[in-house]
């Protein structure tokens, strides 16, 4: 098994590099354009060749590195085929495996953090995007958004998988890597124990939190599947200039 978890501390996202051993081609689960060169230099570096990119939604904080890539090494872009983007390759929805080589991951639909966000289930793991993270869960107040719907997508989908599944989340503000299922269920302070649909609700309407940043070039710029706006404000362009250092989880 080739994988490797990347993190990239602007938007603190964690991309994900899957391997195929015996073809050599990779696919990559949220990109960030701001580490193309770290990337495509870890999968040089495992003498991979980059066949996919795959994101999990529409983000709202950073821009996918799915165009760029495409550019650069020819690789296709598979994302939700809900949100109907006309620069995809591959629409990805739930009951079709996707399959690259001897790696298959299940789509399974989970939304309530975006209405077409989509969770990955790999062997014994799940890439869960923003709708479960470790300890919490992605916002619901934009893009379509729905408490009820991120309560039922997160209850009667992810955590119905086994609990030794691992979790590995788009996001972690705490330097955390991984969780598992089991412990989502039992110590999720938004969706664990038990708790029920109108206890969720609340606590999501009364999360207070500011409006996003840089929501308003991320989400036009990755409906283009990862283009940075022409009228990005000078304090805001660290989120399109690339990195060449970014650590590896």
């Not at 990337?39 to 165009?67: N, V």
């Not at 470790?134 to 408490?147: H, L, M, P, S, V």
């Amino acid at each position: 098994m080739i994988f490797r978890q990347l993190f990239e501390p602007l938007s603190s996202t964690y991309t994900y590099l899957i391997g195929c051993e015996e073809t050599g081609l990779a696919l990559v689960i949220d990109p960030v354009i701001v580490t193309i060169e770290r990337d495509l230099g870890e999968i040089a570096g495992l003498g991979l060749r980059l066949a996919y990119t795959l994101d999990t939604h529409i983000h709202a904080d950073h821009i996918t590195a799915a165009l760029d890539l495409k550019k650069r090494v020819g690789s296709r872009i598979a994302a939700p085929a809900h949100d109907g983007l006309p620069c995809l390759d591959v629409g990805i929805e739930e009951g079709t495996p996707f399959a690259l080589g001897s790696v298959t991951l299940q789509p399974l639909h989970t939304p309530g953090h975006t209405d077409g966000h989509f969770a990955y289930v790999w062997n014994d793991r799940v890439f869960t995007g923003d709708a479960l993270l470790i300890d919490g869960c992605g916002r619901t107040d934009f893009q379509n958004g729905n408490a009820d719907a991120l309560y039922h997508s997160v209850t009667t989908k992810l955590f119905t998988l086994p609990d030794d599944t691992l979790v590995y989340p788009a996001h972690d503000y705490q330097q955390r890597r991984v969780s598992s299922i089991a412990q989502e269920k039992k110590r999720n302070p938004r969706l664990g124990g038990e708790r029920s649909l109108e206890e969720f609700r609340q606590i999501m309407e009364n999360l207070n939190l500011p409006y996003p940043k840089f929501i308003d070039y991320a989400v036009p710029g990755n409906r283009q599947c990862g283009v940075c706006p022409a009228d990005v404000p000078d304090n805001l362009q660290k989120y399109c200039h690339h990195m060449t250092e970014s650590p590896q989880g």
